[in-house]
């Protein structure tokens, strides 16, 4: 997509390469004002997106009441599982006209986490974002993630453990 490793990747971006169509909560037909309230207020903090395919197309809803940071971080998540031929998750209607989404397998939700935050925060962004001495917010600011991710990321790469190591053999 002609960037380099440090610059951000915005999840929105991936979804127009891929045909990816992205909705919120608000673009669904039908959807009861009760539920949709549901949705953006009480029940924010339930859910954060989902994927299904309708006909050929993918089609990934998110929870616009999130964080535009949690919003990239979860569209790409969910890119992820596209892009590694996960089987997508099957919304099905209650008999009392409720929208409910299956999950992914384990194993594909662990695929669907490394390949999401790796493509949004590469290892050598982590590397330049240190060297820089970028604090964590400011990082997850201009990476346009979550930072609950970018803690992740950094945890799972070991990249802090890497720099100390470095820095006392010199």
């Known amino acids: 997509m002609g960037r380099t490793s440090i610059e951000p990747l915005h999840a929105l971006d991936v979804a ?6 992205v909705w919120s909560p608000l673009d669904i ?3 009861s004002p009760t539920d949709l309230n549901h949705l953006l207020n009480a029940g924010q ?3 954060s997106g989902f994927t299904v395919r309708i006909n050929t197309r993918h089609l990934v809803v998110v929870n616009v009441a999130q964080s535009g940071r949690r919003q990239n971080s979860v569209i790409m998540h969910e890119l992820a ?7 997508p998750a099957n919304a099905i209607i209650t008999e009392a006209g409720h929208l409910v989404p299956s999950t992914y397998d384990q194993n594909q939700e662990d695929e669907a986490a490394w390949l999401g935050s790796t493509l949004l925060i590469p290892r050598p962004a982590l590397l330049w974002m240190r060297r ?7 990082a997850a600011n201009y990476f346009a ?5 970018l803690k992740w990321r950094i945890r799972t790469t070991g990249i802090d453990y ?9």
């Open 16 to 21: 127009q390469h891929y045909d990816v169509m």
């Open 29 to 31: 037909q039908g959807i």
């Open 45 to 47: 903090g339930e859910w």
């Open 81 to 87: 599982h596209i892009i590694l031929g996960h089987e």
């Open 132 to 138: 820089r001495r970028m604090s964590d917010e400011e």
């Open 145 to 149: 993630v979550s930072p609950d991710l």
């Open 162 to 170: 890497q720099l100390t190591s470095t820095t006392r053999k010199v």
